[in-house]
């Protein structure tokens, strides 16, 4: 089966198992507030920047009151998300920019958001697809992960998966593609032990039918 029928493929059983409206994991109720949270998100996860997101977002009411923060301060109340020293500058400095460049409204453009400080082509797609409904391409570690083990990309850089991906998916799936990888990534195909045996990709996957592969040759062994 060539990439085309498997792309289609792939999709159709991600459509049977996952809704395609998966609310997105960062608890936000503003743009901004989603662009904050997205940023604290690296290498950190969702469910610890939500527990920091709570308290910081009722302490720090606005765009302006990150821009006027004390850098110390902001260092101690996200010190759990890890790197917080430059999550914190790069908080403050894009909030910033906001205030002065953009009256502090969240541009729905990549090239402007990812122009703000702390902001990479990940980030500006998380609040593209999600703010927005622009149709974009969030790759993070689960959909790099499993977009590799599909054989959909061959790429290991974020940016080159991105475009990988924007070459064989239909817009409409653009948006979905990424909450329901991360649903399948989180549940099934997870970084350690993935559960390829009771996975529905399995028949369309190169990396899970190699793992079989290698499991029963194996057993054969013993």
Known sequence: MG????????????????????????DHETPWQLLIATIL???CTDDRVNIVTKTLFQKYKSVEAFANVEITELEQD?????????????IKACCQKLVLEHHSKIPDDIELLTKLDGVGRKTANVVLGTIYK???IVVDTHVKRVSNRLGFTPNEDPVKIEYDLMAILPREHWIPYNTQIIAHGRAICRSRSPKCE????????????QNQYNTIKEQVKE
């Open 134 to 136: 622009k149709p974009s």
């Open 198 to 209: 009771s996975c529905f990709f399995l028949p369309y996957c190169p990396y899970g039918l």
């Open 3 to 26: 990439l085309k029928q498997r792309v289609k493929k792939v999709l159709e059983i991600l459509d049977d198992h996952y809704p395609k409206d998966i609310p997105c994991y960062l």
């Open 41 to 43: 998100s690296a290498q």
């Open 78 to 90: 996200i010190k759990s998300t890890g790197f917080y020293r430059n999550k914190a500058k790069n």
